[in-house]
Structure formats: C-alpha cells, structure tokens
C-alpha cells in the first residue's frame, strides 16, 4: 500500500508542477465542446436533452484517451519505468497510484468539461448533480482501470499514439453504454439508482481487480 | 540483508531472431565487485538486467541466492527487493527535487526514511547543499550522483550500474569511482554484491575483484586480481584485439 501512496504522490507533484497532463487534457475537451457547437447549432431543447449526454461523453473518453496516454510516457524520461519495475512486492499497488491520480485529474477535466459544455449548450447541469457524479466517478474507474494497464502496455511501442485508442475503446463500448443511459437518467432530473450504476459498479470492479493481478506482467521486459 | 550470490547456467537471452548472449555461465560469489567489459552489443546491458529480475533468460538458469540462508533460491520479487540499480539513464524525475526523489525512490521499496536518514544520504553524495533543488536542473555529474544515491537509498545489498561514468569528465569520474568505493559495503558492516557495467578498464580495475569480458554474447575471458591480466593495458589490449578478431571475421 506504501507503494500505491508513494506514486499517487509522486504522480501528483509531478503534474502540480508540469501540468502537462491537465492542460493538454482540459484544453482539447473545451476544443471539442466548441466543435460541437458549430456542429450542432441552434439545437432544439428536446433534441439537446437526446444528444447531450453522448457528446458529453465523447468529449470525457476522447480527452481521457489524452490523459492515459501520458500517464507511462512520463515514465519514460530518463528510464524512470525500470525503477518501477523494479520495485518489490506486488506491482499491482503501482498500477493502484497510477490509476488513483489519473482517476483524479481525469475526473477534475471532466467537472470543469461539464461546466463549460453547460455554459455552451445550455444544460442545467444542477438538475441530478449528484447522480451525474456519481455515474462519473464510477465510469472512470473503469476508463482508468483498464485504461492504466493499456497505457503501460503500450507505452514501449512505436505506434503507442494510436495503439492505445485503438485499444482502449473497445472495452470501453459497455462502460460509455452505461454512462450514457445514467447521464440522460440524471439530467432529465430521474433519479439515479442503484440499477442504473450497477452496470458501471460491476464492469468498474472486474477492470480494477483485472488489471491489479495482470499488471505483474505488464512492466517486464 | 546479506549479500547476494548470483549464479547463471547456459543463461541465453534472445531479442526475436537477434541472440544478446549465447548460453554463458557466470558464478558471482557474494560481496564480490565484478566489472563487465565489452563493445557496444556484446550483451553487457542484457545481463545486466537478468541479475536484476528486469529481464528472464530465453534459456538456461539463472538464480541468486542469499548468503545468509543459501539453501533458498530468491525469486524475482525478493531478489527486486535486494538491487540497487543505475542504467543507462539517471531513472530520476526531473520535477522532483534530491530530496523527493530519494523519499520516493525509498517509498516503492516501501521505506518511509527520515529527513535525517535522506541527508544522511544526501551528505555522502555531496548533494546537502542542493537536497531542495529539481532534479531536472542539475548537471550531468550531479545527476549521476543522484541516481546512485537513489539506487543505495533503500540499503540493497547487490548494486548493479550500467556505465555509470558514461558522460562524465575525468575528475566527476574519479569523485564518482571513490563514492562507488565506500559503497561496496552497505553501512551496516556486510559486503554489498557489486556488478559494474563499463567500457572503461581502468574504471574496472579500480572497483572491481575480476573482470567478464563480454563479446557478442559470450563471455571470452574473466581475469581476476592479482592475475597478469588483470590490469587497465591488459584488459585493453584483450578488448582490442576482441574487436579486432571480430572485424577480420566480418
């Protein structure tokens, strides 16, 4: 567990002062939110309320795909991965601050996302706050479950750039699925109940426990 | 912790169709200083990471062994709990400072040393007066300082370097082969295991017991102190003509 804490600091400091994964990550999503106001102007209020919740997500996994994809390759400056393989014990606690962090700032860009897509759009995202956030905390335990274990796959490929989209959203299909329904749920004012967040709670909980046992196999050579 | 024996039988590490090493026996006694010599892609770096548990041989065995309790192989998980390791880069993160990166490097051994412990460390690298500085704006020979005070942080008892003097100039070179000296035991009195990887013979006579001459996978020669060969110019020349031979072959 000392393992887990130490890189869930380290990985913290580090981007407090970089910021190199928050801004790239916040940056593209209000890029994406602005395309989709150009692309979608003068929207109905019915028609909002339909697609609303599916451009929302798009722009949470598109800029996750960002963030993900930066969370190893930061690891590559100066070899710092060897030290981590390198650490004793289970690495599956290494895999546990990874995730931790990404789930953080993934999940503050997705709370200012959603501010700044309410403002465009003019969603009142007031309305189920708590269940939206509560179908965002528990999607990106999935997305940075799983999306953890890729990006360390991937991160010693050439291709990595696109090798870990290409292999990351598939397994997302069901977590978006479900996150999608829950959002429309919760911003038509439903509330969000257990049956709702049981798909995400279930799919979350086989990716953490997944990638946990598998990363062991992950960082050698 | 005791010190490390390290074994190896037929040890063969491929890379697709490419061999790094070619079925070589080694028997590393513990708290032995080895250096291993060779050109570039003889295999030094690929054996060096199986001594680490960073890589597993195609075929062949490789174990370690603790000399306290040397019935008992150590699997990779204890043997990664044992190494002290520098590669080829520093493996710091530059947005941390000495100090940090120090604590972290001890905290993913699971170690949560006091301030006093880190500048302890850092005061045996010469780096006090720099402990609250990033890492990212030291200069080489700083920064290989660092990284060997980070491999020693968490007290290994087998310290395995990649080419530590590689860009340094020649009085860093020397102020960092006498900081590897005084590390060749691990501060609590035992013999610490010591595998250096370098081009330089000189550097290898000056910190280790014996030499492997490494050469296209193989292990060509392996000179110990006191041996005739077992000099910088004989080394050398062995060296020489190694590459000499390889280009007649070619």
Same mark, same amino acid.
């Given at each position: 567990?000392?393992?887990?804490?130490?890189?869930?600091?380290?990985?913290?400091?580090?981007?407090?002062?970089?910021?190199?994964?928050?801004?790239?990550?916040?940056?593209?999503?209000?890029?994406?939110?602005?395309?989709?106001?150009?692309?979608?102007?003068?929207?109905?209020?019915?028609?909002?309320?339909?697609?609303?919740?599916?451009?929302?997500?798009?722009?949470?996994?598109?800029?996750?795909?960002?963030?993900?994809?930066?969370?190893?390759?930061?690891?590559?400056?100066?070899?710092?991965?060897?030290?981590?393989?390198?650490?004793?014990?289970?690495?599956?606690?290494?895999?546990?601050?990874?995730?931790?962090?990404?789930?953080?700032?993934?999940?503050?860009?997705?709370?200012?996302?959603?501010? /700044?897509?309410?403002? @465009?759009?003019? $969603?009142? &995202?007031? #309305?189920? =706050?708590?269940?939206? *956030?509560?179908? !965002?905390?528990? +999607?990106?335990?999935?997305?940075?479950?799983?999306?953890?274990?890729?990006?360390?796959?991937? /991160?010693?490929?050439? @291709?990595?750039? $696109?090798? &870990?989209? #290409?292999? =990351?959203?598939?397994? *997302?299909?069901? !977590?978006?699925? +479900?996150?999608?329904?829950?959002?429309?749920?919760?911003?038509?004012?439903?509330?969000?109940?257990?049956?709702?967040?049981?798909?995400?709670?279930?799919?979350?909980?086989?990716?953490?426990?997944?990638?946990?046992?598998?990363?062991?196999?992950?960082?050698?050579? | 912790?005791?010190?490390?024996?390290?074994?190896?039988?037929?040890?063969?590490?491929?890379?697709?169709?490419?061999?790094?090493?070619?079925?070589?026996?080694?028997?590393?006694?513990?708290?032995?200083?080895?250096?291993?010599?060779?050109?570039?892609?003889?295999?030094?770096?690929?054996?060096?990471?199986?001594?680490?548990?960073?890589?597993?041989?195609?075929?062949?065995?490789?174990?370690?062994?603790?000399?306290?309790?040397?019935?008992?192989?150590?699997?990779?998980?204890?043997?990664?709990?044992?190494?002290?390791?520098?590669?080829?880069?520093?493996?710091?993160?530059?947005?941390?400072?000495?100090?940090?990166?120090?604590?972290?490097?001890?905290?993913?051994?699971?170690?949560?040393?006091?301030?006093?412990?880190?500048?302890?460390?850092?005061?045996?690298?010469?780096?006090?007066?720099?402990?609250?500085?990033?890492?990212?704006?030291?200069?080489?020979?700083?920064?290989?300082?660092?990284?060997?005070?980070?491999?020693?942080?968490?007290?290994?008892?087998?310290?395995?370097?990649?080419?530590?003097?590689?860009?340094?100039?020649?009085?860093?070179?020397?102020?960092?082969?006498?900081?590897?000296?005084?590390?060749?035991?691990?501060?609590?009195?035992?013999?610490?295991?010591?595998?250096?990887?370098?081009?330089?013979?000189?550097?290898?006579?000056?910190?280790?017991?014996?030499?492997?001459?490494?050469?296209?996978?193989?292990?060509?020669?392996?000179?110990?102190?006191?041996?005739?060969?077992?000099?910088?110019?004989?080394?050398?020349?062995?060296?020489?003509?190694?590459?000499?031979?390889?280009?007649?072959?070619?």
């Amino acid at each position: 567990m000392n393992v887990a804490l130490s890189l869930l600091w380290k990985d913290l400091v580090t981007e407090w002062r970089s910021r190199d994964r928050i801004v790239a990550m916040t940056v593209f999503s209000f890029l994406i939110v602005i395309v989709f106001q150009f692309a979608f102007p003068e929207m109905e209020q019915e028609e909002l309320a339909r697609l609303a919740p599916g451009l929302l997500w798009v722009t949470y996994v598109f800029a996750a795909v960002i963030g993900l994809g930066r969370t190893f390759a930061t690891e590559l400056e100066n070899e710092a991965m060897t030290a981590l393989a390198l650490a004793p014990g289970t690495r599956g606690w290494i895999f546990l601050g990874k995730a931790t962090a990404t789930w953080l700032l993934i999940t503050l860009v997705q709370v200012l996302t959603g501010l /700044v897509f309410a403002l @465009f759009f003019r $969603v009142d &995202l007031s #309305v189920g =706050l708590g269940g939206s *956030l509560a179908i !965002v905390a528990f +999607a990106n335990v999935a997305i940075c479950s799983i999306g953890t274990l890729l990006s360390a796959m991937s /991160v010693r490929s050439r @291709f990595r750039e $696109v090798l &870990l989209p #290409v292999l =990351l959203i598939p397994t *997302l299909i069901p !977590v978006l699925a +479900a996150a999608v329904r829950g959002t429309a749920s919760s911003l038509a004012g439903e509330s969000v109940g257990l049956g709702l967040l049981q798909p995400l709670i279930v799919i979350g909980g086989i990716y953490l426990v997944l990638s946990f046992l598998l990363f062991d196999y992950v960082l050698d050579e | 912790m005791s010190p490390v024996r390290l074994r190896g039988e037929g040890v063969e590490k491929r890379y697709g169709r490419v061999a790094a090493l070619r079925g070589i026996d080694f028997d590393i006694a513990a708290g032995e200083s080895v250096a291993i010599l060779g050109a570039n892609g003889a295999g030094k770096s690929s054996l060096l990471k199986i001594l680490a548990g960073l890589s597993r041989p195609s075929s062949g065995t490789f174990e370690a062994r603790d000399a306290g309790t040397s019935a008992e192989t150590l699997g990779r998980e204890a043997l990664r709990a044992r190494v002290g390791y520098v590669g080829h880069a520093t493996l710091l993160y530059g947005e941390l400072t000495a100090r940090e990166n120090l604590a972290f490097a001890a905290g993913l051994h699971g170690q949560r040393p006091s301030r006093a412990a880190l500048d302890a460390v850092l005061e045996e690298f010469a780096l006090e007066d720099v402990a609250e500085r990033r890492a990212d704006t030291f200069s080489r020979g700083m920064a290989q300082r660092l990284a060997i005070a980070r491999a020693v942080v968490h007290g290994p008892s087998l310290l395995l370097l990649d080419e530590p003097f590689t860009g340094l100039d020649e009085a860093s070179g020397e102020r960092l082969q006498a900081r590897l000296l005084s590390q060749r035991d691990d501060g609590a009195g035992a013999a610490r295991t010591l595998v250096v990887v370098t081009h330089d013979p000189r550097r290898a006579v000056a910190l280790a017991d014996r030499a492997l001459l490494v050469h296209r996978g193989d292990i060509r020669a392996a000179p110990v102190r006191g041996d005739d060969g077992f000099t910088a110019e004989a080394l050398r020349e062995r060296l020489v003509a190694l590459a000499g031979n390889a280009e007649v072959a070619a």
